[in-house]
Every structure is written in C-alpha cells, then in structure tokens.
Nanobody
C-alpha cells in the first residue's frame, strides 16, 4: 500500500525557515515526479514545487527564490526547504506524486499525503 507521510510542519516566525519532509512507502518513486501543494483556509489548493529526476524542477512564482525542493531517492523522501517565510505561506502543505512532472504541476496526482500544517506568525 502506497503511503506519503509529511512531517516538519509547525509554527515559525516571519522571516524564519522550516524544512518539510515527505516519506513515501509502498514502492520506489525514484522515477516519478514528487512535489508539494498547499491549501490555506477558504482557498483552493495550489501548486508549490515539484521535481523529477532527469527532467528538472518547477516552482510557483510566489515561492521561487525562497523555497527549495530536493529529494533523496535512497530514502524515498522529498523535502521542501522554506526560507524567508511570510504569513502568506500559512497553509496545510501536502506531498503528492505522479509519473509526469507536468501532470503533477497541474494537480493531477496519483497519490496524496495527509498534509502538515505550517503557520507563520508576525
């Protein structure tokens, strides 16, 4: 059974940093695109970042230059390093996968995690 389990969320002050992780189990995702989405209360879920080995990375304009996505295929884990956070980054962050980066970018994931909450305070 495939599972994606996010961790690392919490409360952080504006301007600070936080690193999220997403551990996948059930099969290897080394050839798949893995990425992050977020959803704030009352808003639609939005794309944050994604990457696929051998293809590249993609970021939402709102986080480019502040967030970095990376992965450790040996651990079947993807990370999201968040820096210079602001209250607009407050949301529940979800990990997701798809075999194709462009499909994942469009939100068409095969698998989703349960999410981890990130709250940025002033």
């Amino acid at each position: 059974q495939v599972q994606l389990v996010e961790a690392g969320g919490g409360l952080v002050q504006a301007g600070g940093s936080l690193t999220l992780s997403c551990a996948a189990s059930g099969r290897s995702f080394s050839k798949d695109a893995m990425g992050w989405f977020r959803q704030a209360p009352g808003q639609e879920r939005e794309f944050v970042a994604a990457l696929k080995w051998g293809v590249g990375t993609d970021y939402a304009r709102s986080v480019e230059g502040r967030f970095t996505i990376s992965r450790d295929n040996a651990k079947n884990t993807v990370y999201l390093q968040m820096s210079s956070v602001n209250p607009g980054d407050t949301a529940r962050y979800y990990c997701a996968t798809h075999s194709e980066l462009n499909y994942l970018r469009a939100g068409r994931a095969d698998y989703w995690g349960q999410g981890t909450q990130v709250t940025v305070s002033l």
